[in-house]
């Protein structure tokens, strides 16, 4: 029985648990959450609180929230895992982990809720506010983001976390030059991240700000 993942290869939070398994070669089923899936869509409704995805099912297990679908990931074949084993380096990928969602991916996400509302019911004040949050999360950010990967050990979760977030973060409100969008560059030229960048290619139209030309 195959591990099936849900979601949508363009959704950010989707990203996170694909870039673990094709980091770590965890084979899995792909079931796409979109009009033309009812069944998955109706399956995802079932797995997440609010219906959002990602979600993971293995047999009998069900996981939600990209983050425990990458911890369970790390259970499965014997590639490095994405939280590390040493518990203060495991400590400071949680960390960097939760700020890159909650303070990156978070406020980026709002942006574009916004720009997905009819033009007279979108709220101004809120997209001020979420660009505000990018600018101080990219000035702490900057400070902690070495040249190599987000916990200056190995590849973790915080980089899964990473690649998306600040992939979409700059297009909707750009990265200064310096070391977190050098880190940026460098995290789009690792294969696993490769791959889900091409991968959600074909889905650029739908995002509502207009897909800048580039990555
Ligand atoms: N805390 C959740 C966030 C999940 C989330 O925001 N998912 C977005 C995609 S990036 C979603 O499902 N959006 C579609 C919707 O809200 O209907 C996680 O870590 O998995």
Redesign the pocket.
Known sequence: MSIKLYGHPF????WKPLIAAYERGVAFEFCMVDPDHAENAARMRELSPT????ALVDGDREVT???SVIEYLDRIGDAPPMIPTDVDVALDSRMLTYVF?AYVAEPM?NVVAEALRASNEQDLHRVVEAKAKLDKAYGWLEKRIGSGWANGRNFSIADCAAAPALFYSDWVHAIPAGPLKDYRARLLKHPSIARVVDEARPYRRFFPLGAPDRD
């Open positions: 959704a950010a939070f989707v219906g959002q995805f990602p929230q990209s983050n969602d996400q």
